[in-house]
Structure formats: structure tokens, C-alpha cells
């Protein structure tokens, strides 16, 4: 199939992408097409956020979005920034960065879905259900678009009875949005060298449950971000809790994935959370309505790789766009989409042949708003290495002295070499489940509405197989069953020996082993398109 644009991703960087560059060739009377390809097995339901959503690149975009029917139905309120003990709360004046007025509380998978109408309304054809597994080259090394992949595969790569071949998708140009540690973007990082010279990107796993509480506790826009417990001082860590409409209660917990211990699960971190009393109390008589995970890129301004190359340019949160003090991301995946639409069309209008490198899109990106964003906090994340107590105290001074304007730029370290051998580490006793307000990971990834089709080649592939057990067990006791949020993981006796169990079926798509694992030895890739999680409200 060909294109002029093919688009891998339908977040909100994708789909925005999809709608500037259709706005853009109505309004110059130029045909354009334009196909997002999305391995959910619909547009939103692998998306989860937060979410609270700064509108102003939405403003950009689509200014009468009101007037459109946008999911943006509760305004931000009261605002309240809390450090938490093993018992109390304390409340800390709201760093500026957090202010939240003029936002919106949202399900950023209903965003999502409402772009996707917009974007069909203007020409864009969108494919659900059809996973990018392949990155597509011209003889002179230039990207020429991408390939689905195979549906009906059976568990040992042979063609089953329902076998489907891929697609290819050709293009002018290539587009990739596809979020956080994408697969195809990590290719392109390698082929392209698109890392030499920067920090490397570093994470962090947000754990997402959505709950209806009572109607008299619910605050309708009220906002709520903790830090301190259950983190020790020197783990990065915090919550929120954001209250939307008819009494639904976002609630989640987020583990930067350089943490040391790897005796600590982010999953009983979550839970464990939730047990504090100044938490706990709003959840009296609730219902849990939906989980999910997913890794979040945490680099910020150091850790944005080059950006284009021949045949193709990179997005939204694959890029590393995520503003961490704000604990936003959105509204600048949406201005990078905008941005490189803009580049694209451009190129394109004036007969730019195949495979060319739009170089513009950086420029352009460098004078916008979204690029002094991320300038000006670029050195509030790196300053946790120092541990909590030290690291907010620089933030205040970075933040109110030097205004993000510091003549320095403080470094990140891999999150994958920072676990410490378990020998030197205390394992960490969680509280067992009480089903009430704190669950298992199976109940709960039963909530995500995840599946796979279990006769299919595993995307949780192994580099060495003897690596878990040789290793990763005996070095470190086995992290993967810990730090995996959807219990894909585990170490199953045999007799005197072990082996590493992978529950493919389980996978909630977050990226973390791929991220986390102490050998790199785990490399993420694609399953049938449609399989995953089907968040609803995420």
C-alpha cells in the first residue's frame, strides 16, 4: 500500500501529526494521504495517563474543540502537594511547575479516540489492530516505510490455519509515535546512531487504577500528588490522585526504574500506597474499575536523540518529550506531532523526493514553546541521584533562583546498570492483599481486558535463555518477577533446577523488562496486532 505519509502510532502525537498535515493540504489544495497504523485493537485501548491535560496544544489544533464534543469535562481544582510518613501527611506548598489551573482531569484513551474521529472526519485512514513489527529500507538505506506483522502464526513461527502475511506500507515519508521504548524506534536508534552524544533516556512505571467511589467523598477536579512513602529517600517515587466526573477517582503510583533494590516490586509499592490513611479513607466503599502499567521516558531535554534521518523522523514520548516536574506530556507529544507535520508538509509540497531527511522538524521544534519547557526543568529529575531531601532543596533553588536557567546540565546514568546484587540488599516484606483495596497482579491484570492469542510466536524474547537463571537469579534473585507489573514472570522449580516462566498471555505492553533487565537480555517485540490490553476510561 502507498502513501504519502504513514504514521506509526495512534496517541496523541500520531493522531495530531495526522490531523495538522490533512488541515494542512485542504487548506493549500494539495492531495495528501495520510494512514495511521495502531496495534491496539482499537484507537485508546493501549493508552493510559494520568491524565491531567494542559489544553493549549489541543488550542492549537483544533481551537473549537469545545464545540466539537472533547472528552475534557472536568476542570482542574484544588490543587494539594503532600509528603507522606509511614502515617501522616504533610502538605507542601504546590511546586509552580504543578499548577494546575486552565487543565483538565481526562481519560487520555478518550481523547484519544475522540483525535481519531477528527482525523477520519478529515481523510485520514487509520488501521487498528495492525502492529508496525518491521521497519521497511530503500537500497540506499533510507527508510521506505514499514511492515505489519503476520497474523496467524502458530507458537513456533509455523504458518496456523488462519495465517495472514503482513502488509507493507510504503511512504515519502515515515512518522514514529510510537510511545515509550518503542520497538521499531529502538532499530532506528541502532541503524541511525540517533543516540550518539546524549544522555540515555531513563524511566520510570506508572501504575494506573481507576475507581467509583462514594458520591460524598468525591471533589470533583481535585488534585493530588504525593512523594516520600512508601519510597525511601533515596528511590524516586510518587502518587496522584485526580477525582474526575460521575465519581470517578484516578489513582496511581509512579517508580523511577533506577531504583537499587531489586527486592522491591513497584506493583506491592502501588498497593502498599494505597493502604496510607490519608489515602485510604477516600476509597471506603469504592469500587476498582479498571488497572493498567506502563513505562513513561523521564530523560527530558538531554536525552533527546537526533530526531530525523532519511526517510522518517521520531515523536511524541519515543522521543522523550514527557515534561516531568509538570507530570505532563501530552500537550507537547501533540506539539511535536504539530511540528512535524508542519516539516513534513512542507518537504513534501516542494516535491522533496523519497527517503529524504526533513531536517527542519528539529529546527522548528527548537523555537517553539515545548523546547524552553523542557530547557527550563531539565535538572530537577538527574538531582534525585542525590536522593529525595537533597534533590527537592536543588529544585527550589533551580526552580525559584535560577528560574531553569542554570549554566549547568546535570547528567543521567542507565537505569538497568543501577540494581545492586541482592547480597547487599534487604528484601522488602509487602502486606498480602486484602481483596478490599489492595489485590494481586492476576486480579488485577484481569481488569486490563488483556489478551493474547496464546498459539502465537512469544514477543518476550530471550537473547541468551541461560541469562535468567545464571544471572539475573543468582546475582539479583529473579528482579524480572518483581519489576514485571502483570506477573508475566516467574522462576519455576524443576527438581534442583530453575527455570524463567513467561506468561506472554499476560503482558500488559509497559515496556518495563525491556527497560529494566539487569543483562539487557529481554527485547520486546511486537505480537499479533489487536492483542494487549483494551483499557477502558484509561
Keep these: 500500500m502507498e502513501f504519502d505519509v504513514v504514521i506509526v502510532g495512534g496517541g496523541p502525537a500520531g493522531l495530531s501529526a495526522a490531523i495538522r498535515l490533512r488541515q494542512l493540504a485542504i487548506q493549500h489544495g494539495e492531495e495528501l494521504t495520510v494512514c495511521v497504523l ?44 503532600l509528603f507522606l510518613t509511614e502515617t501522616r501527611a504533610y502538605k507542601l506548598p504546590t511546586p509552580p511547575q504543578m499548577h494546575n489551573h486552565g487543565n483538565y482531569i481526562v481519560s487520555l484513551g478518550n481523547v484519544c479516540r475522540w483525535l481519531a474521529e477528527q482525523a477520519a472526519e478529515l481523510e485520514v485512514d487509520i488501521y487498528p489492530g495492525f502492529a508496525a513489527a518491521e521497519v521497511l529500507y530503500h537500497e540506499d538505506g533510507s527508510v521506505k516505510g514499514v511492515a505489519t506483522g503476520d497474523m496467524g502464526r502458530t507458537h513456533d513461527g509455523e504458518e496456523g490455519p488462519n495465517f495472514a502475511p503482513g502488509m507493507e506500507l510504503h ?58 512513602w512508601p519510597m525511601d529517600m533515596k528511590t524516586y517515587g510518587g502518587s496522584w490522585t485526580y477525582h474526575l466526573e460521575d465519581n470517578l477517582v484516578s489513582i496511581g503510583f509512579v517508580v523511577g526504574l533506577d531504583y537499587q533494590n531489586p527486592y522491591l516490586s513497584p506493583f506491592e509499592e502501588m498497593q502498599r500506597f494505597k493502604s496510607h490513611p490519608e489515602i485510604r479513607k477516600q476509597f471506603e466503599g469504592a469500587r476498582r474499575l479498571s488497572y493498567g502499567a506502563r513505562a513513561i521516558s523521564a530523560g527530558g531535554f538531554q536525552s533527546i536523540p537526533k530526531l530525523t534521518f532519511p526517510g522518517g523522523l521520531l515523536m511524541g514520548d519515543c522521543a522523550g518529550f514527557l515534561n516531568v516536574p509538570k ?62 531531601p537533597a534533590a527537592m532543596a536543588y529544585s527550589a533553588i533551580d526552580t525559584y533562583l535560577f528560574r531553569g536557567k542554570a549554566p549547568w546540565t546535570l547528567r543521567h546514568r542507565p537505569d538497568h546498570l543501577q540494581l545492586k546484587p541482592a547480597a547487599e540488599c534487604q528484601p522488602i516484606n509487602y502486606p498480602k492483599p486484602d481483596g478490599v483495596l489492595t ?39 529473579g528482579p524480572e518477577q518483581r519489576y514485571c507489573p502483570a506477573g508475566v514472570y516467574e522462576f519455576v522449580q524443576e527438581g534442583s533446577e530453575s527455570r524463567l516462566q513467561i506468561n506472554a498471555q499476560n503482558c500488559v505492553h509497559c515496556k518495563t523488562c525491556d527497560i529494566k533487565d539487569p543483562s539487557q537480555n529481554i527485547n520486546w517485540v511486537t505480537p499479533e496486532g489487536g492483542g494487549g490490553p483494551n483499557y477502558p476510561n484509561m
Excluded at 439 to 445: A, H
Excluded at 449 to 472: F, K, M, Y
Aim: charged fraction near 25%.
Design 38 to 81: 495502531e496495534k491496539g485493537s482499537e484507537v485508546g485501548a493501549h493508552i493510559m495517563s494520568g491524565a491531567v491535560i494542559e489544553p493549549r496544544a489541543l488550542n492549537e489544533l483544533i481551537p473549537d474543540w469545545q464545540a466539537k464534543g472533547a472528552p475534557l469535562n472536568t476542570p482542574a481544582g484544588e490543587d494539594r502537594f
Design 171 to 228: 511512504a515519502r515519508q515515515t512518522l514514529f509515535g510510537e510511545g515509550c521504548r518503542g520497538s521499531l524506534t529502538k532499530t532506528l536508534f541502532q541503524r541511525f546512531n540517533l543516540r550518539d552524544g546524549v544522555d540515555p533516556q531513563v524511566f520510570g512505571i506508572g501504575i494506573k487504577e481507576l475507581w467509583e467511589i462514594q458520591p460524598s467523598l468525591h471533589r470533583r477536579g481535585s488534585i493530588t500528588h504525593t512523594t516520600g
Design 439 to 477: 489485590f494481586d497482579r492476576l486480579s488485577s491484570v484481569f481488569l486490563s481486558n488483556t489478551n493474547h492469542e496464546e498459539d502465537q510466536p512469544c514477543h518476550l524474547t530471550l537473547r541468551d535463555a541461560n541469562v535468567p537463571v545464571a544471572v539475573n537469579l543468582a546475582r539479583y534473585a
Design 327 to 388: 507530570i505532563k506530556g501530552t500537550h507537547t507529544a501533540m506539539k511535536s506531532g504539530m511540528t512535524a507535520a508542519e516539516a513534513v508538509f512542507d518537504a513534501l509540497k516542494g516535491g522533496q523526493p523519497h527517503g529524504q531527511e526533513v531536517k527542519s522538524y528539529a529546527e522548528r521544534l527548537s523555537k517553539t514553546w515545548m523546547w524552553d519547557e523542557l530547557h527550563r526543568v531539565r535538572n530537577i529529575k538527574p538531582s534525585f541521584h542525590w536522593g529525595l
